[in-house]
């Protein structure tokens, strides 16, 4: 019973392609988050949402929208991928900003 | 602009011995500090954090020191084990808001 789960796991896809990652978390937490972990190993912040509200939205590419269809979900759509777009994207989520917990990430690859 | 710097990139300790992983921060505004763990092709997980009013935290084998005047923070992990062996990342944030996270440091422990 996973606390925070995302699929895929791995994506490989072409650039100019659009993409989802999904997110749910079953811990009853009211924030979630999307990290990007780029080649420099930097775990960054781009998306926060608190009970299913964007409340951060770091500098990130219009191309990339999140959305909350409930606040255990967060989904991560991108439009027309590019090369720099390969990272590895980890949600997350917490109560109010205490500890947070991270999913097991989605490695993807722009080819 | 790190607010959280990790300067070591790497750690080889034998096992039994104490490892010693360090953190720096230059947000003064920082109150709360926190230490991930993370193994490859999974999402870091929760260790040990610690409050800006307390300059020692401990849980079982690992301890953290925070150094207030100096920025300085550190993990202690005694004695170490090779399932210890992971990529450990720092985190703090000032207040309410998210999570600042070094690049990480890897530990390898050397049975």
């Known amino acids: 019973d996973t606390a925070v789960s995302q699929t895929p796991k791995y994506l490989v896809t072409q650039m100019g392609n659009d993409k989802s990652i999904k997110c749910e978390q079953n811990?009853?937490?009211?924030?979630m988050y999307w990290y990007k972990q780029d080649s420099k190993k930097f775990l960054k912040i781009m998306f926060s949402?608190?009970?299913?509200?964007?409340?951060i939205n770091e500098t990130v590419p219009n191309r990339f929208s999140p959305k909350s269809p409930d606040k255990a979900h967060l989904n991560l759509h991108i439009n027309s991928l590019e090369l720099g777009d390969s990272a590895v994207y980890f949600c997350?989520?917490?109560?109010?900003?205490?500890?947070?917990?991270f999913g097991e990430g989605s490695w993807l690859t722009v080819v | 602009d790190q607010q959280v710097k990790q300067n070591s990139p790497s750690l080889s300790v034998q096992e039994g011995r104490i490892s010693i992983l360090n953190c720096d921060y230059t947000?003064?505004?920082?109150?709360?500090f926190l230490w991930y763990k993370k193994y490859p092709a999974e999402g870091p997980t929760f260790l040990i954090s610690?409050?800006?009013?307390?300059d020692k935290n401990e849980d079982g084998r690992f301890t953290v020191f925070l150094n207030k005047s100096a920025k300085h923070l550190s993990l202690h992990i005694v004695p170490s084990q090779p399932g210890d062996s992971a990529v450990y990342f720092c985190?703090?944030?000032?207040?309410?808001?998210?999570?600042?996270f070094g690049k990480g440091t890897r530990l390898s422990v050397i049975a």
């Open positions: 997350a989520s917490s109560q109010g900003w205490d500890t947070i917990y």
């Open positions: 811990l009853g937490h009211d924030t």
């Open positions: 949402y608190n009970n299913k509200e964007l409340i």
């Open positions: 947000n003064s505004m920082f109150d709360y």
């Open positions: 610690i409050s800006s009013i307390k």
């Open positions: 985190a703090a944030r000032p207040g309410n808001t998210p999570l600042v």
